[in-house]
């Protein structure tokens, strides 16, 4: 009776063709949400699972991710969201090479979020990001898609869902260099006038809008003469 759209079949795929097809060392079932097909396809949390070859499921339908967070797992295979904080892709020579680039880069990332004004939960750098610069993902059970269609419906006056929102940076991309000179040249203003445009470009890219156009706007105007 489920039915959900394959990136890799291109077309609508049963639960149990998705196992079917999972790799011996693959722990989850994959899916991504988002409001089309076209708009899933190009969110920077599916590149990395693109790039090994991993099917993810599209989610398009505001019921579906609650009702893979109901299902929990098929087959004794564990949903997991592209936006997840952990993949679960990490080999344990990776594991140990990111630990290492997090401890180099612990007083940089803690003045980013302290940057973010508690906008997010933390700044981290990113295993899943390949070409892109930033993501937005989440911890616990709130994904930024269930964020969007919770806040939708009717709700007491000034209560909110709130994501516990995670900016993923991709420490292999020169934004990152770029913020790493910035901090250790002492130029902290401009390095956190980056952290919100990234912060403001991973909403964008979730289709969230953002907070304060105006800032944003003139954020990207002084980038633009420095």
């Known amino acids: 009776l489920l039915l959900f759209y394959s990136s890799t079949e291109k077309k609508l795929v049963t639960l149990g063709e998705y196992v079917s097809r999972m790799g ?3 722990k989850y079932i994959y899916y991504a949400t988002g409001e089309s097909l076209d708009k ?10 693109k790039d090994k070859g991993t099917e993810i499921l599209y989610f398009t339908e505001e019921v579906d991710e ?5 299902l929990h797992s098929y087959q004794d295979k564990e949903f997991r969201s592209v936006s997840a904080d952990d993949l679960g892709l990490e080999t344990e020579e990776e594991k140990k090479e990111a630990e290492k680039q997090v401890e ?4 940089l990332l803690a003045f980013l979020r302290d940057s973010l004004e508690g906008k997010v939960k933390a700044v981290i750098l990113s295993q899943k990001l390949k070409s892109h610069p930033v993501c ?30 995670v900016l ?10 770029k913020l790493v000179k910035l901090y250790a040249d002492g130029e902290k203003d ?20 953002v907070e304060d156009p105006l800032a944003f706007s003139n954020d990207i105007c002084d980038l633009m003469v420095e």
């Open 190 to 209: 401009r390095a956190a006038k980056y952290a919100k445009l990234l912060y403001n470009q991973a909403l964008l890219i979730e289709g969230v809008s």
């Open 40 to 49: 899933i396809d190009k969110l920077p949390q599916t590149e990395l699972l």
């Open 24 to 26: 011996e060392d693959q």
């Open 66 to 70: 609650f009702c893979a967070q109901i």
């Open 136 to 165: 937005l993902s989440t911890e616990g059970a709130i994904s930024m898609e269930m964020e969007k269609v919770l806040n939708s419906m009717p709700m007491p006056e000034g209560e909110k869902v709130q994501a516990q929102r």
């Open 168 to 177: 993923e940076i991709n420490a292999n991309h020169p934004i990152f260099a």
């Open 104 to 107: 180099e880069n612990k007083e």
